[in-house]
C-alpha cells in the first residue's frame, strides 16, 4: 500500500509567511488534485512553542539564517515560525486537508528541532509516524511539500534508511535554498536511494 506524504504546507512557509519559500504556495493545487488519487494520506505540520531553540529570536548576537552548535550538532537559525496555534502554523487556505487520515506535528520540544517526519534532528527521537505507516501496512511513499532542502529531503532520506519505497516529487516542492542546501540534498536523496520525479 502506498501513501502521500504531504510535507510542511503551512502559511509560515509561503509567501506573506514568517520563512516565506519563494512560490510556496504555487504547489497547493497540485497537492490537491494528488490527494485526490491518494491511497493514504499524511500531513506534517511543523509545530514550534514560542521559545524553540531553532529560533534566532533566543539566542543574543545570532541573527536569522546563521548556523549554531547545539548538542546534536549544527543547527540553523530561523526566524520564529509555526508558532503552535499561530496563524503561520496553520495549513495554507488553499489545501484541501479532508483527505488527510493522519497529522503529524513535530518540533514540539523546546530544545530539539525536527527538520524529519520520522525523526527529529538529534536523529534518535522517532515522532511516530513510522510505526503508523508499518502498522497499516504501507510501504510506498511519495512526497511533496516544502522546504524541498530541508524538510522535504531530512523526511525523505530517513524513510529511505528506514527501508520504504520513497519518490520526493520535486515540481510539487520548493526549497528555501540557503548556499546551495537545494544541491546538496538533492544529491544526499540520490545517495540515500530516494527517486526524484
Ligand atoms: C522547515 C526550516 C525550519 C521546513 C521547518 O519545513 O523545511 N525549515 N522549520
Ligand atoms: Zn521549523
Known amino acids: 500500500m502506498s501513501a502521500l506524504i504531504v510535507i510542511d504546507v503551512q502559511n509560515d512557509f509561503c509567501p506573506g509567511g514568517a520563512l516565506a519559500v519563494p512560490e510556496g504556495g504555487q504547489i497547493v493545487p497540485g497537492i490537491n488534485a494528488l490527494m485526490a488519487e491518494a491511497e493514504a494520506v499524511v500531513l506534517t505540520q511543523d509545530w514550534h512553542p514560542a521559545d524553540h531553540a531553532s529560533f534566532a529570536s533566543q539566542h543574543e548576537g545570532h541573527d536569522p539564517y546563521g548556523l549554531i552548535e547545539i548538542p546534536y550538532g549544527p543547527q540553523v537559525l530561523w526566524p520564529d515560525h509555526c508558532v503552535i496555534g499561530s496563524e503561520g502554523s496553520a495549513f495554507h487556505a488553499g489545501l484541501n486537508t479532508d483527505r488527510a487520515e493522519m497529522v503529524i506535528r513535530k518540533g514540539f520540544r523546546r530544545a530539539i528541532d525536527s527538520y524529519s517526519a520520522f525523526f527529529e534532528n ?76
Not at 139 to 146: A, F, I, N, P
Not at 153 to 160: F, L, N, P, Q, R
Request: hydrophobic fraction near 45%; include cysteine; aromatic fraction near 6%.
Open 122 to 197: 538529534d536523529h534518535t527521537t522517532p515522532t511516530g509516524l513510522e510505526g503508523y505507516l508499518r502498522t497499516r501496512g504501507i510501504t510506498k511513499l511519495t512526497m511533496v511539500g516544502l522546504a524541498t532542502d530541508f524538510c522535504v529531503a531530512y523526511s525523505a532520506i530517513d524513510a529511505a534508511k528506514l527501508g520504504f519505497d520513497v519518490t520526493v516529487k520535486l515540481d510539487l516542492c520548493r526549497a528555501i535554498d540557503l548556499n546551495g542546501s537545494l544541491e546538496t540534498a538533492k544529491a544526499d536523496m540520490l545517495k540515500a536511494g530516494v527517486t526524484l520525479a
